[in-house]
């Protein structure tokens, strides 16, 4: 049974930090691309950071700089930290996993911007 799970949201506030987990089971972790998307009220679910098994990263330009994605393939898990964070930040994260079309989705953390 393929599961993804994510931890690690909250209330924070702007300027402050967080760091997402993901760990999942089920599947080959390692053969598969993991990628955070994130869904504001209202709004489409949007790609945030992408890893692929080579650990090559692609941020969304509004997080460039500021979120970091990384994998612990031993551990099955992928992380977002997620520095100098501003009100627009404020969604639900999910974690993805992609391999040859073939996508399974997390249930979302989220994660609340305020002061």
């Known amino acids: 049974q393929v599961q993804l799970v994510e931890s690690g949201g909250g209330l924070v506030h702007p300027g402050g930090s967080l760091r997402l987990s993901c760990e999942a089971s089920g599947f080959a972790f390692n053969a598969y691309t993991m990628s955070w998307y994130r869904q504001a009220p209202g709004k489409e679910r949007d790609l945030v950071a992408q890893?692929?098994?080579?650990?090559?990263?692609d941020y969304s330009d509004s997080v460039k700089g500021r979120f970091t994605i990384s994998r612990d393939d031993a551990k099955s898990t992928v992380y977002l930290q997620m520095n100098s964070l501003k009100s627009e930040d404020t969604a639900v994260y999910f974690c993805?996993?992609?391999?040859?079309?073939?996508?399974?989705w997390g249930q979302g953390t989220e994660v609340t911007v305020s002061s």
């Open positions: 890893i692929t098994i080579r650990r090559s990263t």
């Open positions: 993805s996993a992609i391999r040859a079309g073939k996508r399974h």
